[in-house]
Each structure stands twice: as structure tokens, then as C-alpha cells.
């Protein structure tokens, strides 16, 4: 079955570079899209970005300038990098399959990340 | 940015009511990206209806969608205790692909 699990470290301090990782099973990243998004504690949801099953990507552009996503097809892995964290990029992370139509039909636990000195 | 307003913010209903969630597009949108998720306290979004009224996998007939354009509707036939949560609506015609601020459905 498809599962997708987020990882990567609950802490980060201000100004410095968030990496998460998304670990996929039951699909593969070569056929298949995924998406980040996250939601600051009890405020909704937010979409980040995407990458493509060809690699490309697209971003959210409010967080474009701070943004990366990557991937790993041999470990089926989707990578977030994110630059410049401010206490407002506190929130969960989640990582999604993208499907046509641009909706996400599942979804990681999320990893919480919070941004403090 | 496609704004999305959905109203109400947040409904007391009774079980066996039938309640409706509204969504509104600053922006036209193809029914085929116009989706809602349940999201359920400390767990992830779940989709519900996907491209306006389709039921996604393992969904209850008693949720619904319908909807053109600017204006859609969510709506839930016959409340039950497990349909406690918030819900949400997303566009995903342009991107940033966009979230309503969601509706907070709870018990009375």
C-alpha cells in the first residue's frame, strides 16, 4: 500500500536551513508527483511546492526565493530545503501524492518543526 | 493568489442533521480541481471529494459536493459523532494551489 513518512529535525534555529525528508513506499517517484505542506500550529494549510514524476518542480511563490525540493528515485525520497527559517515557519510539515487535478490523495503523519533559539 | 472563502468558520450541529459548507473562488475554477479533506485533531488532512463530487476511496455516501465556477458546497447528509472535525476546501487550478481557512464541525 502507498504510505509516505516525513522526517528531519523537530528543532531549527532562526536563520538557519530546514532539511526534511520524505520516504515513500508503495509507489514510485518516477511515476508519481509529490508535494509539501505545511500548517502552523492550530491555522491552516499551506501549500509549498511540488516535484514532478519527470523531476521538475514548481513552488509556492510567497516561499519560492527560500525553497528546494529534490529527490532520490534509487531511494524513493523526496528532499525539502528550506533557507532562512523565521519563527513563523514554525509549523507540521507534511509530504502528499499529487494527483490529476492537483489534489493530494495521501498524505505522511507530518513531522513537526519549530523554529526557536 | 485564488483566494478561497469558506463559510461558515465553524458549525454546532445535531447528529442526523444535515449540514452544508461553502466555498467560494475570488477566481473561476474548473470543477475538476476543486477538492475537500477532513482533517481530524492531530492527524493529517484526509480527501474526501476530490474534482468537486467524486468520493474518494472508502468515503460515506452521506458526504457530498457540488459546485461551478466560483461557487461550491460540501455538505454532509446526516451528521455523525466520527464527522466531528475541520474541513477544508483547495484549489488546484493555479498555482499556488490554495486552501479555504477551513470549517470546524462539532457536536451539539
Known amino acids: 500500500q502507498v504510505q509516505l513518512k516525513e522526517s528531519g529535525p523537530g528543532l531549527v534555529q532562526p536563520s538557519q536551513t530546514l532539511s526534511l525528508t520524505c520516504t515513500v513506499s508503495?509507489?514510485?517517484?518516477?511515476?508519481?508527483?509529490v508535494s509539501w505542506i505545511r500548517q502552523p500550529p492550530g491555522k491552516g494549510l499551506e501549500w509549498m511546492g511540488v516535484?514532478?514524476?519527470?523531476?521538475?518542480?514548481d513552488y509556492n511563490s510567497a516561499i519560492k526565493s527560500r525553497l528546494s525540493i529534490s529527490r532520490d528515485t534509487s531511494k524513493s525520497q523526496v528532499f525539502l530545503k528550506m533557507n532562512s527559517l523565521q519563527t513563523e515557519d514554525t509549523a507540521m510539515y507534511f509530504c502528499?501524492?499529487?494527483?490529476?487535478?492537483?489534489?493530494?490523495?495521501?498524505w505522511g503523519q507530518g513531522v513537526m518543526v519549530t523554529v526557536s533559539s | 493568489a485564488i483566494v478561497l472563502n469558506q463559510s461558515p468558520s465553524s458549525i454546532i450541529a445535531s447528529q442526523g442533521e444535515k449540514v452544508t459548507i461553502t466555498c467560494r473562488a475570488s477566481?473561476?475554477?474548473?470543477?475538476?480541481?476543486l477538492h475537500w479533506y477532513q482533517q481530524k485533531p492531530g492527524a493529517f488532512p484526509k480527501l474526501v471529494i476530490y474534482?468537486?463530487?467524486y468520493r474518494a476511496s472508502g468515503v460515506p455516501s452521506r458526504f457530498s459536493g457540488s459546485g461551478s465556477g466560483t461557487s461550491y458546497s460540501f455538505t454532509i447528509s446526516r451528521v455523525e459523532a466520527e464527522d466531528v472535525a475541520t474541513y477544508y476546501c483547495?484549489?488546484?487550478?493555479?498555482?499556488?494551489?490554495?486552501f479555504g481557512a477551513g470549517t470546524k464541525l462539532e457536536l451539539k
Open positions: 474534482s468537486t463530487s
Open positions: 516535484i514532478w514524476s519527470n523531476g521538475g518542480t
Open positions: 508503495g509507489l514510485s517517484l518516477t511515476s508519481n508527483s
Open positions: 477566481s473561476s475554477i474548473s470543477s475538476n480541481y
Open positions: 483547495q484549489q488546484g487550478s493555479s498555482n499556488p494551489y490554495t
Open positions: 502528499a501524492r499529487r494527483r490529476s487535478g492537483n489534489y493530494f490523495d495521501y
